[in-house]
């Protein structure tokens, strides 16, 4: 079974005609766990998954696999399992076709396009053509691509785009079981929701800068939780905990407590013969303190320079509000080109500098469904001895073409 290896980032940057997507980020992604890299469209999420996969080069800093530089690994394929933008492939390609032009340029056994065909439910459809393939299809295409060589690091850009809701949950599966084996796997997503249940760990980026590292459960303070507690006899509780020194504040459903657990309130309100009708421990709702950072009130729970999250800040909160940006526009640096998904931090004058998209690179000597096409681009695994033109990003490299 191959080995997951440390995805390391150390101080990166990037600046793209000026403005800065990615500023000093350093982070560790460890073997074993699903890491979410999570932050509104335009975070610098694909941007820093570019730089680790050799697509972009950094303006400073470092991305290294294991410690090593994604160009000098020496089985790619076989390394680092990578998809990003399911709609990029050749429509005219059929998935099989797409499967075997990787295969063998990475000297991978065809019979292996049969097994990742199987394990992402395209077996059926294998000889379509991807151009009648919907979202969610070219989505399980790219994990196949992503699979194909057995990798023990898998590096996926927004997944679950485009799957229905059996689809999301057998992606989760699917990965959730990918590093129970002990390898690597770094997923990236603009909704906190879809990360709360798939990662173990993650990382919050917002405006190129990293403002979490760690675990889902300590993105809240201790000091934020409270006890809820309720009774037929609201005044009567209030009381009670009044006299053992406990402050409680109104709220709809009763009263909150801090500085106490739930157990301690209980032996209060039994030892003043005050009945309860709930008793629970709550904290600030998740989604409000992903906003609060990504808005940068926060970082990394401590309080910025702009004001705290209050204490109880959204216990009751009606319902969710959601954090995602409009995906940003085609950005083309002058000093490096960025890639049509490329992210800009947030409220910048990145889209100053976008450009018209180039026209499309050439035909690829593998397209032999059609005779002509672009290279596929969302998959960015393939042996540096392997013509360049078949290598699935080509066209994104630093200094070639900006789709």
């Known amino acids: 079974m191959p080995a997951g290896h440390v995805l390391e980032f150390v101080d990166v940057t990037k600046r793209f005609r000026g403005v ?50 994604y160009a000098d ?63 969610g299809m070219r989505q399980r295409l790219g994990l ?10 898998l590096v996926l850009d927004e997944p679950a785009n485009g799957l229905d809701p059996e689809g999301i949950k057998w992606m989760r599966t699917l990965l959730r079981a990918f590093a129970a084996e002990g390898r690597t796997v770094l997923v990236s997503s603009h909704l906190l929701t879809e990360i709360q249940q798939t990662a173990d760990r993650i990382l919050i980026l917002a405006k190129g800068r990293l403002v979490f590292e760690g675990a889902l459960e300590e993105l809240a303070d201790p000091g934020e939780y409270a006890t809820i507690v309720d009774a037929p006899d609201r005044a009567a509780l209030a009381g009670a905990l009044a006299a053992a020194g406990l402050p409680t504040e109104a709220l709809r459903s009763g009263l909150a407590v801090r500085g106490a657990e739930p157990v301690e309130v209980g032996a209060i309100a039994a030892a003043a013969g005050v009945a309860l009708s709930s008793l629970q421990r709550r904290g600030p709702a998740l989604e409000e303190i ?51 998904d490329a992210d800009a931090p947030a409220q910048t004058t990145a889209e100053e500098a976008a450009t018209p998209d180039p026209a499309p690179a050439g035909p690829t000597p593998a397209d032999t469904e059609t005779g002509s096409g672009t290279p596929d681009p ?21 200094g070639g073409d900006a789709r």
């Open 378 to 398: 969302e998959v960015t695994e393939t042996r540096p001895e392997v013509q360049d033109d078949l290598h699935p990003h080509a066209q994104d490299r630093d």
């Open 73 to 135: 690994l020496p089985h790619p394929l076989q390394t680092v399992g990578a998809a990003l933008e399911a709609a990029s492939f050749h429509p005219g390609r059929s998935a099989a076709n797409h499967l075997k032009v990787y295969a063998d340029a990475a000297g991978i056994p065809r019979r292996r396009i049969d097994e990742v065909l199987a394990l992402v439910g395209l077996s059926e459809v294998a000889g379509r053509k991807v151009g009648g393939y919907s979202l």
């Open 290 to 340: 992903f906003l609060a950072l990504v808005d940068g009130t926060r970082l990394h729970g401590v309080a910025a320079d702009t004001g705290a999250v209050p204490a109880l800040s959204q216990v009751e909160a009606d319902g969710a509000r959601s954090g995602a940006e409009p995906p940003a526009g085609p950005d083309t640096a002058a000093d490096s080109p960025a890639p049509a």
């Open 144 to 153: 196949a691509t992503a699979l194909l060589g057995d990798p023990g690091v």
């Open 20 to 69: 800065e997507a990615v500023s000093g980020l350093t982070a560790r992604i460890e073997p074993g766990v699903v890491t979410g890299f999570l932050g509104p469209n335009g975070a610098g999420k694909t941007t820093s998954m570019r730089i680790l996969l050799g697509l972009v080069a950094p303006t400073s800093g470092s991305a290294r696999i294991g410690g090593v530089d």
